[in-house]
Structure formats: C-alpha cells, structure tokens
C-alpha cells in the first residue's frame, strides 16, 4: 500500500504499528483538530508524541519568548491549583538538564493529567507557545499544544 507522502512518517513508527492502524490514528487526529490539519501534520504529531521525533526537541536554555517550541523534561515542581477569571491552572516545572521552565495546565487538560503528575515523571510539550510570566520562561500549550506525561 502507498502512502504517498506519509510513508516517510511511518518508518518511524512501522516496529510499534501497522500501516492501517498508524492510518486510522491519522484520521483520528485529522478529526480531533476538526480537520483543520493535513494528513502529514497529523502524521508529525503521531510521530512526535511517540517519541520517535526527538529533533524537534528545544533545549530549555534555548527558549525564546515569541516562538513555539517542543520540550521535554522531568517534573520537579507541582504547584497548587487556583482558580483564576479564565477557569482552573496548576503550574508545573520541568527541568531538562539545560534549564527550568513553567507548564501550566488548564481545565480539561489538567483533569486528564492530574492523576499522572508525580516529581520525576517525564513530561512533553508539543508545540507549546513560549513566553514569559512573571519572569519565568513559560511554554503553554495552548489551543494547538499537545501535553504528554509518561505514564510508568
């Protein structure tokens, strides 16, 4: 079977899945983003949040404010939820080895991880929007972000 433009993608993943299962999750992550994403974005993400993409990874020491970035690191700091006028937020820090960095967790998707967060766990943010807040280098996933906790 061709996959055209996505079989690059899935020889990254073809020793965890086969080519239909790794296509039916592209569908799946098509629809979850509405269809505002193509086959090969969708594809990325498959990829990126299986832990076969480790490129696009940035250092936390090499964070810019302004610009998106993937980062991995180990939780070394859970805050305290609060309640602000946007809705419910716990920040989290994560250290990679090079740096220190704020992920807060809203709402929804701070329920769904909740019961994974532990110090040491390893978290990863894809496509997070970085900036700063109150003097901290922050990586938020916002509406298009991916949070992924390993989960042992």
């Known amino acids: ?5 996505l079989e690059d993608f899935y020889s990254f993943v073809d020793d965890l ?4 299962e790794f296509r039916s999750r592209i569908r799946k992550k098509v629809d ?3 269809g505002l994403l193509t086959e090969e974005a969708a594809a990325y993400l498959i990829v990126d949040e299986m832990g076969r993409n480790p490129g696009n990874r940035a250092r936390i020491c090499e964070l810019s404010p302004g610009t998106t970035a993937s980062v991995e690191g180990r939780i070394v700091e859970i805050g305290e939820e609060r309640r602000t006028a946007k809705g419910r937020v716990m920040d989290v820090i994560i250290d990679d080895g090079t740096g220190e960095c704020v992920v807060s967790l809203w709402d ?6 909740r019961a994974f967060l532990r110090p040491g766990a390893k978290m990863r943010v ?8 109150y003097g901290r280098i922050s990586v938020q996933p916002g509406k298009w972000g991916i949070v992924i906790i390993e989960k042992d």
């Not at 079977?1 to 433009?5: C, N, S, T």
């Not at 929804?108 to 991880?113: I, K, S």
């Open 1 to 5: 079977m061709d996959m055209g433009g």
């Open 17 to 20: 899945m086969t080519e239909e």
């Open 32 to 34: 979850e983003f509405g």
């Open 108 to 113: 929804d998707n701070l329920d769904e991880l």
């Open 126 to 133: 894809i496509n997070g929007f970085v900036k700063v807040v």
